[in-house]
């Protein structure tokens, strides 16, 4: 089976998002907020075209202010539904409006959509899953995979053999600190 790895690391758009960001931890709200417009974007087009509009994205969503994003109104809806430089979705437009106002309600109790993230871990893909299709808007099970790849949360961004692996391996992303617990765990049972 093809991994992202086989092709991304000297691809010309997508060599710097594979051996710079995908599966490196993220605890920058904005960073996240990116991330989350992206996947819920990518859904049913590919990672490549979003590469390619993601600086038209930046500059379309205030740069992924969560605070500024939350607060659009019909006016920036309308300028978000004509930019031909985003993907042009109305469901996906909405929910990312709607999801910085979620993220908003969690960063007063959790400090940051960082925070919020992070009190969850660890969860198994399917309850991470559960848990956005509660929380946000347009958050399938891919979308969520993907979100939680990208961020450090969920293994499998990168193959063990590629020398990206080894880069994140030293950051102790949260999916592998939680993996190393619990074997610890579970041989102090033994």
Not at 13 to 30: C, K, L, Q, R
Not at 86 to 94: P, S
Not at 129 to 153: A, C, D, N, P, Q
Request: net charge positive; glycine share 6%; aromatic share 12%.
């Amino acid at each position: 089976m093809s991994s992202y790895c086989d092709f991304a690391a000297d691809h010309p758009i997508h060599a710097y998002y594979h051996n710079h960001e995908y599966g490196f931890p993220v605890s920058d709200d904005a960073v996240l907020f990116e991330r989350l417009i992206l996947e819920i974007n990518q859904a049913g087009l590919s990672w490549e075209l979003m590469l390619k509009k993601r600086d038209n994205f930046r500059a379309a969503y205030d740069g992924f202010d969560i605070a500024k994003v939350a607060a659009y109104g019909e006016k920036e809806r309308t300028r978000l539904l004509n930019d031909a430089g985003i993907i042009r979705n109305r469901l996906k437009v909405d929910a990312a409006i709607e999801n910085a106002k979620r993220i908003l309600v969690l960063a007063v109790e959790h400090g940051s959509f960082a925070g919020w993230i992070a009190a969850q871990h660890p969860l198994p893909k399917e309850d991470w899953v559960k848990l956005f299709r509660k929380t946000f808007k347009f958050t399938g099970g891919e979308i969520v995979g993907e979100f939680l790849m990208s961020i450090g949360y969920l293994p499998g961004a990168h193959r063990e053999d590629c020398p990206v692996y080894g880069e994140i391996a030293r950051l102790n992303p949260p999916w592998m600190a939680a993996a190393k617990k619990a074997r610890k765990a579970k041989k102090a049972k033994k």
